[in-house]
């Protein structure tokens, strides 16, 4: 491989960096309307009455919308393929409102500063309601978040909206309760996890014009252009005909931008008032309105015996899900799915749970997905068996976790919403992973703990985390390969980049296949009338589906070349020798670039153009080995992180460097969410943290030591023997850092963000039990 | 109202509203490498140099800037050029939405600090929030660039 695991710079990192127009907004009509949203003030309530005629009336107003302006149709904002797994329970304007940030009205003016005087002129009566903060105790509360009619699932996902449950699943592989009682070690734990704001640093942002065609044009900040058209169009009753919509440069979404939030709006202002509008949320308004990753309680019971044969996991989950349900169950499920595999040689499993509404913000997907929850919980519990049984825990996971070669059933049984696919894991290079990680962190030097004398203690702590490489039979990617004159190509690909750099190694996969360089390949994607179609950029699809398609067509149109070149040379197909330049067949040759341009101009004149779509039949999982290094302070709990060491088997990394910074920008995510990120609310449900004043993202200063490398896997039914690295670096952040303090100081902190307070507070609590016995 | 802004090395007239901010009034006028990520100067993705000394665009009304001397990356391109070098080696652009700020902020630690430890380089670009990299390829590329100019 020449192209291929290579370390070559992303094809468009220079030109962002130089500030040439790229995002959404750079790309919008200098005429646009500016769209604002009159949002709820409350957690819970009716609208009694709505008064617009004072907005209208203001000079400079274009339009103005309420729920009395739109038909009432439910729909889903989750961004998924079709019928989807979550709940259609939103309306885009709505009589209730369910959390603080609902959408209550929208103005559509010709500046920013006409638009919010409009906002402020809307006379709204609100009836309040008593709101559901609590997701403990949601289920069957006299409060019921969703009690309109008209809301439905599109198949069944147990939702019960009367009792405030909007997805419900279990499972159950040999007899937990009967091989718990056999077992002679038990541990069971309660852990929380919180909400988490995605923060990427470009805001939800959409623009909205009418063509020369009178068709509707949507520039949108999105993961999933090709669901947005669909989804607009079922809801706004548009023909799907009749909506383009183009994903631009997008400044980073790790699942934010998978939903649709001002999509919907834009759409309408532009329909009804035939101009241009368009929509940027402030950065309140991305905490507070788009979406979170779902609070969750884990109940984990783990069985084994004495010898550190693990014989049984029963894990219960409850999710809150906020006021709509979206990715209630994948998520949920996830947290299941795509953790309690790790542990596959167990007699028995179990995984239950139910997936609540409350009057909180909207959780979504979000990078994880469900796995760091599962993750925290599983990995941390593992430890306290470890500590139970008198055991290493790197021992103890050597033990019990899944090796190559293996499987779990719980592959075939859970997918995500729906049945899973049986799989066997043909790369699993976990083990090395975990003796690569022990290694680089000098863990026998530093396990459990090392007393650095000044009221500090180094201390070591480990999680193994998998993911997966696409929904299989769901997610489909497809790519075109256009030849030129000159020989150079166009690479037309439905795949969304996010930032994650999808083109660039799109790109690499399609020079690899035709043997040229990436120069020579031209990257257009995501417009929804000029790509081939992709699901989008979500569930680690797009390396493992989107670039097996790309693979796919570049093998075809490098067939397609030498089916040319024969013609010319006058011998068969098989005879001909290509290196992806010259074409040769015994002593005659002609280069790609002349046969190129003899079919673009001079004889039996064509367009070579070929199409390759991929569906996956399973999802790989990438696997990995996160291990952390803390110097703790013994008397406050206070923390640095000194290093972070990941071992990831990812397959074939396609860009070492991209790999990595997948692999690294996940974990400072993961970190974040581990030690101090946090969404919090205000008694009467109001979001505290609503800006970065408030809500805190790792910077630069707490980063000391990144130490990253990939193990040597091939994955073969992946692209070049890739598998996913998007999402797999954020999982073990959490029960790493829970279980090096657990090592240090021997406090056990179970619920999220670990932050030096919950230590603090943990070791006086230690400290009373002790002094009482 | 009318201010006059010596803009990337050019003065040049803009009309502008009392209450507009540097960031928007910039923007209107195609200066694209300055972005709105947070409207509340925390996150750096609209930094400007102000004068030559770096500041964000979206705390200071335009009014204020009045007579100033204002560079953006637009500005600076070979400069860029050269140091997106660095982050492309690195692989330490992802998204790219706090890249241009980031580089401008580079440019103007180039300039203000001789020989800066590890620690102060943090501390010039704590202010430039990134939610993709992680942070450790972007630093390596800072240093790798700052030796470079060496």
């Known amino acids: 491989m020449k192209i291929v695991k290579t370390k070559i710079p992303s094809i468009d990192g220079k ?61 889903t904002r989750a961004g998924q393929g079709y019928p989807e797994p979550s709940p259609h329970d939103k309306f885009v304007f709505d009589e209730y409102a369910r959390y603080v940030g609902d959408e209550v009205a929208c103005v559509a003016a010709v500046s920013e500063v006409i638009a919010e005087k409009a906002l402020s002129l809307i006379e709204v009566k609100y009836e309040q309601l008593e709101a559901v903060l609590d997701f403990e105790t949601a289920i069957d509360s006299p409060i019921i978040v969703h009690p309109e009619d008209g809301i439905l699932e599109m198949f069944p996902i147990g939702f019960e909206p009367k009792r405030n449950i909007a997805a419900v699943y279990g499972m159950e592989v040999g007899k937990v309760e009967k091989t718990l009682k056999e077992c002679e070690v038990i541990i069971k734990e309660s852990f929380y996890t919180q909400a988490q704001a995605h923060a990427m640093m470009e805001p939800h942002t959409v623009n909205a014009r009418l063509d020369i065609h009178n068709r509707l044009v949507l520039y949108s900040s999105t993961q999933t252009p090709f669901h947005v058209r669909r989804i607009v169009s079922q809801t706004l009753d548009v023909p799907l005909s009749r909506i383009r919509v183009i994903k631009p440069r997008v400044g980073g979404g790790f699942g934010g931008k998978q939903a649709l939030h001002g999509e919907m709006f834009v759409s309408l202002v532009t329909l009804r008032t035939g101009k241009p509008s368009k929509i940027v949320y402030s950065r309140k308004e991305v905490f507070e309105s788009t979406f979170t990753r779902h609070p969750m309680r884990v109940d984990m019971t783990l069985g084994a015996m004495k010898d550190g044969t693990l014989k049984a996991i029963d894990c219960h989950v409850l999710s809150d899900t906020g006021a709509y349900g979206e990715h209630a169950l994948t998520v949920f499920m996830v947290t299941g799915a795509k953790v309690l595999p790790l542990y596959n040689k167990v007699d028995a499993v179990r995984f239950n749970g139910e997936v609540v509404y409350t009057n909180h913000v909207s959780a979504g997907a979000f ?209 001909v020798d290509y290196d992806g330049v010259v074409l040769k067949a015994k002593d005659q040759q002609i280069t790609l670039s002349d046969l190129s341009n003899r079919l673009t101009y001079n004889e039996d004149q064509k367009q070579l153009t070929t199409t390759g779509s991929y569906v996956g039949h399973k999802s790989p999982p990438p696997f990995m080995a996160g291990l952390i290094e803390i110097d703790i302070d013994k008397e406050t709990g206070e923390f640095d992180i000194i290093d972070y060491v990941s071992v990831v088997d990812c397959g074939t990394p396609i860009n070492l460097k991209l790999a990595q910074g997948q692999v690294e920008g996940g974990i400072v995510q993961g970190l974040g969410m581990a030690a101090f990120e946090e969404v919090r609310y205000g008694k009467k449900g109001n979001m505290l943290s609503n800006s970065f004043l408030y809500y805190k993202i790792p910077t630069t200063k707490q980063i000391h030591k990144l130490t990253t490398e990939f193990a040597e896997s091939y994955e073969t039914s992946g692209p070049f023997g890739a598998k996913s690295v998007g999402e797999i670096g954020i999982d073990t952040p959490p029960a790493a850092l829970a279980n090096a303090v657990y090592n240090a100081l021997g406090v056990r902190i179970t619920s999220l963000p670990i932050t030096s307070e919950k230590i603090y507070n943990a070791m006086q609590e230690k400290k009373q039990k002790e002094s009482n016995s | 109202m009318k201010i006059t802004l010596k803009l990337n090395g050019h003065p040049r007239l803009f009309e502008i509203t009392p209450n507009e901010y ?129």
């Not at chain 1, 008064?51 to 009336?57: H, L």
């Not at chain 2, 609209?46 to 705390?59: E, F, Q, W």
Request: glycine residues 8%.
């Open chain 1, 15 to 75: 030109g962002i960096m130089m500030g040439r127009p790229a995002y959404t907004d750079d790309l919008s009509d200098p005429n646009s309307l500016i769209v604002k949203l009159l949002r709820s003030p409350y957690a819970f309530a009716k609208i009694v009455s709505i008064d617009t005629s004072k907005a209208e009336n203001l000079e400079g107003v274009e339009l103005v919308l309420t729920y009395k302006d739109v038909p009432k149709k439910s729909f």
């Open chain 1, 367 to 575: 990078r994880g997905y469900g796995a760091i929850q599962g993750n925290f919980a599983l990995e941390s519990a593992i430890d306290i068996l470890c500590t139970k049984l008198d055991m290493d825990p790197i021992e103890f996971r050597q033990k019990n976790m899944i090796v190559e070669g293996e499987t779990s059933p719980i592959f075939e049984i859970m997918g995500e919403g729906t049945a899973g696919t049986a799989m066997i894991m043909e790369s699993c290079k976990l083990d090395y992973c975990v003796k690569r990680g022990i290694e680089l962190i000098d863990w026998k030097k530093k396990y459990p703990r090392v007393d650095l004398k000044n009221h500090k203690i180094k201390a070591v702590g480990m999680a193994i985390a998998m993911q997966g490489s696409g929904i299989p039979y769901i997610d489909m990617g497809a790519a075109t390969i256009k030849l030129n004159d000159d020989g150079f190509y166009n690479l037309m690909v439905g795949a969304t980049d996010i930032g994650q750099g999808s083109d660039t190694i799109l790109a690499q996969i399609a020079a690899e296949a035709l043997m040229t360089t990436v120069d020579k390949v031209i990257v257009y994607s995501s417009d929804s009338d000029l790509t081939p179609f992709d699901t989008g950029a979500y569930a680690s699809s797009t390396t493992y589906v989107s670039g097996n398609a790309v693979l796919k067509a570049a093998t075809q149109m490098k067939e397609m070349i030498i089916i040319e070149a024969a013609k010319v040379l006058k011998v068969e197909p098989k005879d």
């Open chain 2, 22 to 150: 540097l960031l928007d009034t910039l923007r209107k006028n195609n200066m694209t490498s300055v972005k709105n990520g947070c409207d509340a100067s925390s996150c750096g993705a609209c930094s400007v140099l102000i004068d030559g000394k770096p500041m964000l665009s979206c705390s200071v009304l335009s009014a204020r800037a009045d007579g100033c001397e204002v560079t953006t990356v637009e500005g600076i391109q070979k400069e860029v050029d050269h140091i997106s070098d660095f982050f492309g080696d690195e692989g330490a652009d992802q998204c790219g939405f706090c890249n241009s700020g980031l580089a401008l902020t580079i440019y103007a630690l180039q300039k203000d600090l001789k020989n800066p430890t590890d620690e102060e380089i943090k501390n010039y670009v704590v202010g430039n929030l990134c939610r993709c990299s992680g942070y450790q390829a972007q630093f390596i590329a800072i240093k790798r660039y700052l030796e470079d100019q060496k």
